[in-house]
């Protein structure tokens, strides 16, 4: 028994060192003996041209950064061409058809990414080629790209963008070699064009801000440039991919609209607060922040305006408007008859009318009115009853003095008394009792003067204040239905930019695996 698995193991290691002989034969054959030149194109004769195939297998679509204006993505590269020289008969290598073999000992086309951001035009990985016995090289190198990606900022953050990865050859011209599309069996047997960019479903990673909408492939040939160009010819992928908007939803936008909405709370302050300029303004520098948060994300350009840009400085001028409101209203409410004057048309305008369009009411005055003249006082009546049975005309003021001093028990001061009845002249008299009431009366209309004086002040001042607050629902009535509408509008203007149905303007076809075609 160990004798039989002895001579097992002899035949597995004389196949195995077989086998490896026959490729080191062949590797020797195709490389030694028919003096392969990896320098040379692989052609018959020098006006041949030798046809590159390319295709491009998406990993991942690592980030997009608007600041850079850079794309990164994890992609395979997918080479093929036909090289006479490294075919063979695999019936003479023990049925060897294929060999995979560094890529350094055989010719490679230079194909590179023209518009990389980083200087960076090689792979990242040289993989082995692999070499069938017809000739064909067929070689998947890995690559992680920085390409460059013109930003359109005109609607961030409901914006989409158009990226593309562009290869040419930097060694050979269009009359050297010929880049194409590569081509692929379908399963009903017929051969297509591979249009698109091939996406694993298994071996792809999502990106959570951008989302793919189309991903063309397309051979461009430029007739104005020569064919000794190598400008000439080139092969371009498009990533036309649509931003995820929801993080900036609720990180940015959200929280502007509810703080600019907060300036209208403004015109429900009252001017005594002393917080009306301080609300309009802290909101004015909380959408500066935001404005500086936002130029961070984007490039620094002059070519357009974001979206949230135009939204942030139309809220920046609607609360410096609401700013300069509360300089007017606060103007308004402390003005005092001894400042300013006040007219008629203006008390009647922005008192009587204007409140009543803007459906303001005023409380009722809760003050009683007297309809006719007040009641004396008791002692009044008193003492005219008294001057009445003296029948003396004595001056209110003395008949009281002399109540007075009766009632502590001092001697009565004698008033003259003048008695109708020994008037001799009524003019006499008048004059008296004129001179004696005069001071009282002078005093008593001053008091009177004042109270009215004061009294017209106050109303006048009220007055003021009501102004004050007519143009603060005007204002409010005003700024905040253009506020409403101005950001309804312009965040549906970014809401309704979707990329276009097709790839390409004017090009019906759509370039999805359903629809292939062969070109």
């Not at 000992?105 to 993989?127: G, H, K, R, T």
């Not at 091939?198 to 461009?220: L, Q, V």
């Not at 939204?311 to 609607?318: A, D, E, N, P």
């Amino acid at each position: 028994m160990d004798l039989l698995v002895s001579l097992i193991a002899i035949f597995i290691l004389a196949s195995e060192c077989q086998g490896r002989n026959e490729e080191e034969r062949l590797i020797n054959f195709l490389f030694k003996e028919r003096g392969y030149n990896k320098e040379l194109r692989p052609v018959q004769n020098k006006d041949d041209v030798v046809q590159v195939n390319l295709g491009m297998t998406l990993s991942n679509l690592i980030s997009l950064k608007e600041v850079d204006e850079t794309l990164l993505t994890n992609v395979w590269i997918e080479h093929g061409w036909d090289d006479p020289r490294l075919s063979w008969n695999s019936s003479e290598f023990d049925g060897i058809a294929e060999l995979r073999l560094p890529p350094s000992m055989v010719w490679l086309p230079d194909i590179v990414l023209e518009n990389n951001n980083d200087a960076q035009f090689q792979v990242a990985y040289y993989s082995n080629v692999v070499l069938y016995e017809s000739g064909f090289i067929y070689w998947l190198p890995p690559a992680i790209f920085r390409s460059s990606c013109t930003i359109n900022v005109n609607y961030f953050p409901f914006d989409w963008q158009n990226c593309t990865l562009k290869f040419s050859s930097l060694t050979y011209n269009a009359k050297e070699i010929s880049m194409h599309l590569k081509t692929e069996e379908g399963e009903n047997g017929e051969y297509h064009t591979v249009e698109w960019i091939i996406i694993d479903p298994e071996g792809f990673t999502e990106n959570g801000e951008w989302e793919i909408i189309h991903k063309p492939a397309r051979r461009n040939t430029y007739k104005s440039i020569p064919l000794d160009s190598n400008k000439h010819q080139d092969i371009t992928f498009y990533l036309i991919i649509k931003r995820k908007p929801l993080f900036y939803i609720v990180n940015i936008i959200i929280p502007c609209v509810l703080i600019s909405f907060m300036a209208s709370l403004v015109y429900f302050l009252p001017a005594d607060s002393g917080e009306k300029m301080t609300l309009s303004i802290s909101v004015l520098l909380a959408q500066s922040v935001f404005l500086l948060l936002i130029s961070q994300r984007l490039p620094e350009t002059s070519m357009a305006v974001p979206l949230i840009v135009k939204y942030l400085m139309f809220i920046m001028v609607l609360v410096t408007v609401v700013v300069l409101n509360c300089v007017i209203v606060l103007n308004l409410h402390f003005r005092t008859p001894s400042t300013h004057i006040m007219t008629a048309w203006t008390k009647d305008f922005f008192l009587v009318k204007l409140p009543r369009i803007l459906l303001m009411s005023r409380p009722a005055d809760s003050e009683p009115k007297w309809d006719g003249a007040l009641q004396r006082r008791s002692s009044s009546v008193g003492y005219i009853a008294k001057a009445d049975e003296y029948h003396c005309v004595k001056s209110r003021s003395e008949l009281m003095f002399e109540q007075q001093s009766r009632r502590h028990g001092m001697e009565t001061r004698v008033t003259p008394a003048i008695c109708k009845s020994n008037l001799d002249d009524d003019g006499e008299v008048t004059q008296q009792l004129f001179t004696e009431i005069k001071p009282a009366v002078d005093g008593a209309n001053y008091i009177v003067k004042h109270m009215h004086d004061k009294n017209d002040y106050n109303e006048e001042k009220d007055s003021w204040s009501g102004i004050a607050r007519t143009v603060d629902r005007l204002c409010f009535y005003l700024v905040t239905p253009v506020m409403t509408l101005g950001t309804i509008i312009i965040f549906l203007m970014g809401i309704y930019n979707h990329p276009p149905p097709l790839p390409f303007e004017g090009d019906s076809h759509n370039y999805l695996e359903s629809n292939s075609r062969l070109i």
